[in-house]
């Protein structure tokens, strides 16, 4: 379905989904559900389907970071698990440039909605369980449901199944999804606090924001760096404000001129105005409109 998607066949790519979705909610495939429903997306026209199969893919992606927070969730889907927040952004945007009364509102909230998925991505990695015997444990269990998934995807793919592998899966899954619970408890005191809980409130941000203030919210989709505006009027977008690909090659390269100050200044400091001047040039391309 991929490659006939990537040849432009999205007919035939689309038929070919459906199918695989299929047989993947028979027999409890998150992930491949999750692809499924994105690759979807991408077949049709139709924006509001297209919406409503994104979502169902996120929502599929944060029942699984119950189950398999940070580095583990990479390695159980084998693919950009961030995709359908990135499609979610896409399709607004779109949706933004063809409206008659553009309103951007949508459009941050898709945005805001892929930043706090980086985001908690990155910090579940770094949450452990609150004893030893306890983190050891789920560790095991993680990887068990890692190869368990695996295995099942290696089935999958030789056009098999097995219904013993599915119930070990489901079984190891509930178990870990209760360790995840009790650790949340004991850390937060509450087991449904996460970064993503919360939606962005636009009307409150907005309210919030004084007469002359402005919050500026970037944006990337493929090599645009876009922002979205908001103020006490509205929510508004600035489309094509540079290449990414420019902005993230100077962005290494001030950090790495900054990294020079900060740890060899001693043994630098006759060439301090030769690299304050080179911060400064870097400085000021990063500032100017591309």
């Not at 495939?29 to 999750?34: A, E, H, S, W, Y």
């Not at 139709?46 to 979502?55: G, Q, R, Y």
């Not at 977008?237 to 690909?245: D, E, I």
Request: charged share 30%; with cysteine; hydrophobic share 45%.
């Amino acid at each position: 379905a991929q490659a006939l998607l990537g040849l432009g066949q999205t007919a035939a790519a689309r038929e070919c989904f459906d199918r695989t979705l299929d047989a993947a909610r028979r027999d409890r495939l998150l992930p491949l559900q999750l692809r499924c429903l994105t690759g979807r997306a991408l077949t049709t026209e139709d924006t509001a389907a297209a919406k409503a199969d994104l979502m169902a893919a996120a929502g599929l992606f944060e029942d699984q970071c119950r189950l398999l927070p940070g580095d583990e969730v990479r390695s159980a889907f084998q693919a950009d698990h961030l995709l359908p927040f990135v499609e979610l952004v896409r399709l607004e945007l779109q949706r933004h440039d063809t409206a008659l009364q553009a309103d951007a509102t949508a459009l941050l909230l898709a945005l805001d909605r892929f930043r706090a998925r980086s985001l908690g991505d990155r910090m579940s990695s770094s949450k452990g369980d609150t004893s030893e015997p306890e983190r050891s444990a789920a560790v095991d269990l993680r990887a068990r449901v890692v190869w368990l998934y695996r295995r099942l995807q290696r089935l999958q793919d030789e056009a098999g199944t097995s219904t013993e592998l599915t119930a070990q899966l489901r079984s190891a899954e509930r178990e870990l999804l209760e360790r995840l619970r009790r650790a949340r408890l004991v850390e937060t005191g509450d087991a449904d606090v996460r970064i993503d809980a919360v939606e962005l409130d636009a009307s409150a941000l907005r309210a919030a924001l004084r007469n002359g203030d402005a919050l500026v919210e970037y944006g990337v989709i493929a090599d645009e760096l876009f922002a979205c505006i908001v103020t006490q009027q509205g929510v508004r977008v600035q489309r094509h404000l540079a290449s990414w690909r420019e902005v993230s090659a100077a962005l290494h390269s001030l950090r790495l001129q900054l990294d020079t100050m900060r740890h060899g200044l001693q043994r630098l400091q006759r060439h301090l105005p030769l690299l304050t001047q080179r911060i400064e040039l870097t400085l000021i391309k990063l500032q100017q409109p591309q």
